[in-house]
């Protein structure tokens, strides 16, 4: 299994990002896909998850309204479309998979995901 994050980079606060995940090595469209952040001297904390028909989404609440998660699982990838940027934004953004598929919940823990993606760095100046 291989989860690949890019499309981060330095914005201004109140901009815009769109961060993209690819997936490969595993049957993608059967799992669900999280995004996690870390920032420097924290913890890493969940941002968004969405199932593996791409029904069904959920948001941190630090996020909701201003991200929006997708995916296109004929393209094995997933999308996290960041909107209204703040500094407090700024982390590095991870993407992830959890070890089984068909999972009727949506984790929001990063230790019900086994796979992750390398991590794009988003820095939002103020």
């Known amino acids: 299994v291989q989860l690949q994050a890019f499309g981060g980079g330095l914005v201004q606060a109140g901009g815009s990002l769109r961060l993209s995940c690819a997936a490969s090595?595993?049957?993608?469209?059967?799992?669900?896909v999280g995004w996690f952040r870390q920032a420097p001297g924290k913890e890493r904390e969940f941002v968004a998850a969405i199932s593996w028909t791409g029904g069904s989404t959920y948001y941190a609440d630090s996020v909701k309204g201003r991200f929006t998660i997708s995916r296109d699982n004929a393209k094995n990838t997933v999308a996290l479309q960041m909107n209204s940027l703040k500094p407090e934004d700024t982390a590095v953004y991870f993407c992830?998979?959890?070890?089984?598929?068909?999972?009727?919940?949506?984790?929001?823990?990063?230790?019900?995901?086994?796979?992750w993606g390398q991590g794009t760095l988003v820095t939002v100046s103020s």
């Open positions: 090595g595993y049957t993608f469209s059967r799992y669900v």
């Open positions: 992830s998979a959890p070890p089984r598929p068909w999972l009727v919940d949506l984790p929001t823990e990063s230790r019900d995901y086994d796979y």
